[in-house]
Every structure is written in C-alpha cells, then in structure tokens.
C-alpha cells in the first residue's frame, strides 16, 4: 500500500505547507479537511518550522492527531494516507429510525 501511495504522489506538489509557526491548529484543520477529500496529501514543512522539531516529529504529531497513516518521510516533504469514513445517507438514517428492529445493535 505504501508503494502505491508514494507512487500516486511522486509527482505532485504539495497541498500544504508548515510554516514558522509550526504545527498550529488551523495547520490540522486543513489537514483534516484535505484528508477528508483526499486519501492521501503531500506536506511540506518550511525550514524555518524546523528550528525547534524535526520533521520526522513533525509528521508525527499530524499523524497522530489526524489518525492517519503516515507513508514516508523524505528530507522536509511527508505523505499522510487515511482511508475515506463511508458516510450513511440520510435516506438510510431515516429507514433506520422508522424500523428500529432492522438496524444494527
């Protein structure tokens, strides 16, 4: 798995980049917002980021806290994979709560 996310981001840009300021909330909430839409993303942590942490510490601080997958780590660049959350319809909810003996326990 971790060869054909690599190879599906081999030759793209970043989405994102960490900044001076470092791993700061709204940095994991685009994070999350990009994982969301996307299964995996391309980081880019600026050298000035990196005065304080490294970027293998860095990548995984997001990762844990993003509960994702971290693929690699290569020089300032990290790839994060975290599989899609299958989303209920509403139209499945609302079956769900008018027959409560067919849903799930």
Known sequence: ???H??????YEGPTL????????AQVLVEVEKQL???RMIKIRILRTAL???TAQTIANRVSQQTHAALVEVRGHV???YRKRKTVISQNQKNAEQSNPENSKT
């Open 1 to 3: 798995m971790k060869r």
């Open 5 to 10: 996310v690599r190879h599906e981001l081999k």
């Open 17 to 24: 980049w960490v900044g001076k300021e470092g791993l700061t």
């Open 36 to 38: 969301n839409r996307q």
């Open 51 to 53: 005065q304080e942490e």
């Open 78 to 80: 990290f790839i994060l």
